[in-house]
C-alpha cells in the first residue's frame, strides 16, 4: 500500500471536518461552545493505542461502522467533561442512569455527524450499529484495533475538542479497517510522486523506537534512573496544526537542528516538575534555590544533549549514514510557543507535516520527557524513498533487515 | 470563522460574561458584540488584534508565515499581509471603518531561529504586518513584539485591550 502526501492531507481534512459537524450537533443540544482544536492521523503500534489517556477514568460511547469504509470509532470523554454535558442538557438530572443515557444520546448525534460527514465527502453510504455505553479506564475505552493483515501498526485518527472557557476536553477516535482504508486512500490518491509505501512509515517507527530507546538508555546511564522509552508514533497533519500537538503548560528542554536526509529539527521537553526532579538527580548537591534554578537548567540542557545523541544516534544506526545536529538550544517556554517557530521555518516549505513522537517515563519516581521530531517533509519522502523494503511479506518487519 | 454578534450566546452563560473565542494558529475571528478573543503559544508568529474605536468591532489574527506571494496556499490567515487584508476586509462588512481601526500587535519572538541569518521568521512577520497596516493607514498604537519568549493573548474587545501573557512574567496590557 502506497499512501500519498495528498490524500493523507485530505483525510486529515475530513476528520477535522467531521469532528467539527460532531462537535457542532453537541453545541446545539447543550450550548457549550466547544472547538475542534487538533486533528491528526498517526500511525502507531498496537499496542500503543491510547496510551495518552494514561489511567484515568472515561466514559465512551462507541460504534463500530462499515461500508466504504469500515472500523469502529469512539467517542471519550473524561469523568469532569461528561457531568458537564449532562448538566448543560435541557432536563438536566442527577439520576445516574438517566446521566447515561443522555451521554449516550448525545454521543449518538454527534458520532452520527461525524460518520455522516465522512459517507458525504465520500459520496457514499456508511452504515454504523447502535452506540454502546462504555465506562474504562485509559486506553481500555478504545476499541480493539481492526486487523490489519498482519501488521503491527495501525492508522489512529484522533481529534481534540475542547470546551472554551473550561479547562475539559474530549476526543473522537476512528479506527478503520486497514484494507478499506487503503482502498479508499488508494482511490482518493493522486498516484504522483508524493507516494509513500506505508511498511516504510512502519519501519521509520521502529526507527524512532529505536532512537528513544537509545535515549532512555543514555538518561539511565546518567542519572541511574530507570527508564523507559514507550509510544513511537508517526503522525501527519496540516502545519499549522503542529504547535497545537504540544500541550500550552510551560516546558523545559533542548530543541537542535538536525541536517542530512531528512533535515529538521528534534525538542526532547520535560514538563516543569519533571525537570526539577530529573535534574536534581543528576546535580552534585542541592539546588541553592528553589523550584527551577539556573543549575537545574544546566543539567537539563546537559540532560537534553545526551538525550539527541542518543536519539539521533539510533536512527544513524539504521540509515547507515551520520546524523549531525547543531549544540542544543535551551527552551524554557510555554509548549507551543516553543514549537511554533520551527513548524514555521518548515512552513515555508511545506503544507503539511510529519512529527515523529515517542515518551519516556519511569516508575521510580515522577517524571515524563517528550521527544519529537519533525523532519522536512519532501526529505523526509526522499529518505524512505531510498530504503529497500526487500520482505514486504514479513510480519515482523525488522529495521536493520529492511534498511 | 464566525462573527460573534450575541445570537450564539450559551444559555447557560452568565449574561455579564463576554463571550469568549478562541483563535487557533492561522486562524481569525470578528466580533461586534464585546467577546474576549483568545489566543495562545506564538513564539514567531504574530497577533494582530484591531479595534475600532467608534463602533467597538473587533478582530484577531493570529499568522505564521511572513507573505503568502509564490505559496500555493489558500488560507490567507496564515500569513502576515494576506491574513491583516483579511481581517481588515471582514471588520469592515462587520461594520467596521479603517479610518477608525487602531492596531496592538504581538508576538514575533526570534527564539529559536536557526537560520543565523538575524533575520529570522520572527522578524520578518513583524515588518509585513507593519508594512501591510501601514498600507491601509491604520496606526500600530501598541505593541510587543521581538525579543525570544513566547506570548499568549487576550484582547478585551470592549475596550480594545490587549493583554500579553508571557511564561515568565506577569501580564502587560496594552
Request: proline share 3%.
Amino acid at each position: 500500500m502506497k499512501v500519498d502526501v495528498q490524500s493523507l492531507g485530505t483525510f486529515n481534512q475530513l476528520a477535522h471536518e467531521g469532528a467539527k459537524q460532531a462537535t457542532q450537533s453537541m453545541s446545539q443540544m447543550t450550548g457549550i461552545d466547544a472547538t475542534v482544536d487538533v486533528t491528526k492521523i498517526s500511525l502507531v503500534d498496537r499496542a500503543d493505542i491510547g496510551e495518552e489517556l494514561g489511567d484515568d477514568t472515561f466514559v465512551g460511547v462507541q460504534f463500530g461502522f462499515e461500508g466504504a469504509l469500515g472500523g469502529e470509532t469512539v467517542l471519550v470523554f473524561d469523568e469532569i467533561s461528561s457531568e458537564k454535558i449532562v448538566e448543560a442538557l435541557p432536563g438536566a438530572t442527577a439520576d445516574p442512569e438517566m446521566a447515561q443515557s443522555s451521554v449516550k444520546e448525545i454521543g449518538n448525534i454527534m458520532m452520527s455527524g461525524f460518520i455522516d460527514g465522512w459517507a458525504d465527502y465520500l459520496e457514499t453510504a456508511i452504515e454504523h450499529t447502535p452506540p454502546e455505553y462504555i465506562e474504562r479506564t485509559g486506553a481500555n475505552v478504545l476499541p480493539k484495533a481492526p486487523d490489519a493483515s498482519g501488521s503491527d501498526q495501525v492508522f489512529v485518527f484522533r481529534s481534540e475538542v475542547n470546551w472554551l472557557g473550561e479547562s475539559v476536553c474530549f476526543y473522537i477516535y476512528m479506527l478503520p479497517e486497514y484494507e478499506s482504508l487503503v482502498t479508499l486512500m488508494e482511490n482518493h490518491a493522486d498516484a504522483g510522486d508524493g507516494a509513500i509505501p506505508v511498511e516504510k512509515l512502519e519501519v521509520f517507527n521502529q526507527m524512532t523506537r529505536k532512537g528513544s530507546e537509545k535515549a532512555a538508555e543514555n538518561v539511565e546511564m546518567m542519572t541511574g534512573i530507570q527508564t523507559e522509552s514507550e509510544v513511537s508514533q508517526i503522525s501527519f497533519c496540516p502545519i499549522e496544526d503542529v504547535p497545537k500537538q504540544i500541550g500550552n503548560d510551560t516546558y523545559v528542554g533542548t530543541v537542535v537542528e538536525f541536517t542530512g536526509t531528512p533535515s529538521g529539527f528534534l525538542l526532547v521537553l520535560f514538563d516543569e516538575a519533571s525537570a526539577v526532579t530529573i535534574a536534581e538527580a543528576l546535580m552534585p548537591m542541592d539546588p541553592s534555590g528553589d523550584g527551577l534554578t539556573q543549575e537545574h537548567e544546566a543539567a537539563i540542557e546537559e540532560l537534553g544533549n545526551i538525550m539527541t545523541s542518543g536519539f539521533v544516534d539510533g536512527w544513524a544506526n539504521v540509515l547507515q549514514q551520520s546524523v549531525d545536529h547543531t549544540p542544543p538550544r535551551l527552551v524554557h517556554d510555554m509548549g507551543r510557543a516553543i514549537v511554533d517557530p520551527l513548524a514555521a521555518q518548515l512552513g515555508q516549505h511545506q503544507q503539511h507535516a510529519f512529527i515523529i513522537d515517542s515518551q519516556m517515563k519511569t516508575d521510580e519516581v515522577e517524571f515524563t520527557s517528550e521527544i519529537h521530531a519533525l523532519p522536512n517533509e519532501a526529505e523526509l519522502r526522499e529518505a524512505l524513498d531510498k530504503l529497500q523494503v526487500e520482505r514486504a511479506d514479513q510480519t515482523e518487519a525488522n529495521a536493520e533487515e529492511i534498511f | 470563522m464566525k462573527v460573534y454578534d450575541g445570537s450564539s450566546q450559551s444559555e447557560n452563560a452568565r449574561d455579564t460574561d463576554p463571550e469568549r473565542a478562541k483563535v487557533g494558529i492561522a486562524e481569525y475571528e470578528v466580533t461586534t458584540n464585546g467577546a474576549v478573543l483568545t489566543t495562545s503559544g506564538l513564539g514567531s508568529c504574530i497577533g494582530v488584534a484591531l479595534h475600532d474605536v467608534n463602533t467597538g468591532v473587533s478582530g484577531l489574527v493570529h499568522v505564521m508565515l511572513p507573505t503568502a506571494d509564490e505559496m500555493d496556499d489558500d488560507n490567507a490567515a496564515k500569513f502576515a499581509d494576506a491574513g491583516t487584508d483579511l481581517l481588515i476586509e471582514e471588520m469592515e462588512r462587520a461594520g467596521a471603518s479603517r479610518r477608525h481601526i487602531e492596531a496592538k500587535i504581538a508576538g514575533g519572538s526570534d527564539m529559536l531561529d536557526f537560520s543565523g541569518s538575524g533575520s529570522g521568521i520572527g522578524v520578518r512577520n513583524v515588518e509585513k504586518v507593519r508594512e501591510t497596516l501601514d498600507s491601509y493607514d491604520i496606526p500600530i498604537v501598541a505593541e510587543d513584539v521581538g525579543g525570544d519568549h513566547g506570548r499568549s493573548l487576550r484582547l478585551e474587545s470592549q475596550t480594545g485591550d490587549l493583554v500579553v501573557k508571557s511564561a515568565d512574567q506577569s501580564d502587560t496590557r496594552l
